[in-house]
């Protein structure tokens, strides 16, 4: 079946430019993940979503970072202004549940580059 | 906070060697734990998980305890082979996130 689906696959901004990333999760996934890896934090969290709503957005690094999900499917990241230090790889994780035994699968990213 | 800390790489070893990669976690109460990996160009995969003490998780030939004595979780595997080249990340679950360790790069050679 369709995995978890993150477009663009690769971005290159320029510095204070606004971006978007997507991500698509599995059908009939309600919880919805965005992490971050990036060379000198590792993998960290960003935001949880249960449905259309945020329960925990303690991952966000600045308030030039917001997320949405609508329809209890898509969800999306935006950066304002970016920054160079914003350049990472984000990715997408969704699960059936918000249990710890619910696996948590993985997109394979958007590698964000600022210039 | 919790927290997770594994053993730096890159690990070099031959095919068919014993590989230990080391995790540790620091946690209140008894999270889950995992292990992903991720190989050359792909997305993270979870590769086992133990859900409470002395479970152990097992997948592909890996393994791993969940020792609460010793607060570590270390991954194992008797015989590796050049195709489990990757990324190995040991994780906890924290409420509803994970929390990931830093990530050993591990090389198998002919």
């Known amino acids: 079946g369709a995995g978890v689906s993150q477009s663009p696959s690769n971005k290159v901004t320029e510095k204070g430019k606004d971006v978007e990333l997507r991500c698509d999760p599995i059908s009939g996934h309600t919880a919805l993940y965005w992490y971050r890896q990036s060379l000198g934090q590792g993998l960290e969290f960003l935001i949880y979503f249960q449905g259309n709503s945020a329960p925990d957005k303690s991952g966000l690094p600045s308030d030039r970072f917001s997320a949405e999900r609508t329809g209890g499917s898509v969800s999306t990241l935006t950066i304002q202004r970016t920054q160079q230090e914003d350049s990472a790889v984000y990715l997408c994780a969704s699960s059936l549940g918000d249990f710890s035994y619910n696996e948590q699968f993985f997109g394979p990213g958007t590698r964000l580059t600022v210039l | 906070g919790n927290s997770v800390t594994q053993m730096e790489g890159p690990v070099t070893l031959s095919e068919e060697a014993f590989l230990t990669i080391n995790c540790t976690y620091t946690?209140?109460?008894?999270?889950?734990l995992f292990w992903y990996v991720q190989y050359p160009g792909e997305g993270l995969q979870l590769l086992l998980k133990?859900?409470?003490?002395?479970d152990k998780g097992s997948n592909k030939g890996f393994e791993a305890t969940y020792r609460k004595e010793t607060t570590s979780f270390h991954l194992e595997k008797g015989s590796v082979q050049v195709s489990d080249s990757a990324v190995y990340f040991c994780a906890l679950r924290d409420t509803d996130k994970l929390i990931f360790g830093t990530g050993t790069r591990l090389q198998v050679f002919p």
């Open positions: 946690a209140t109460g008894y999270p889950s």
């Open positions: 133990a859900t409470k003490a002395d």
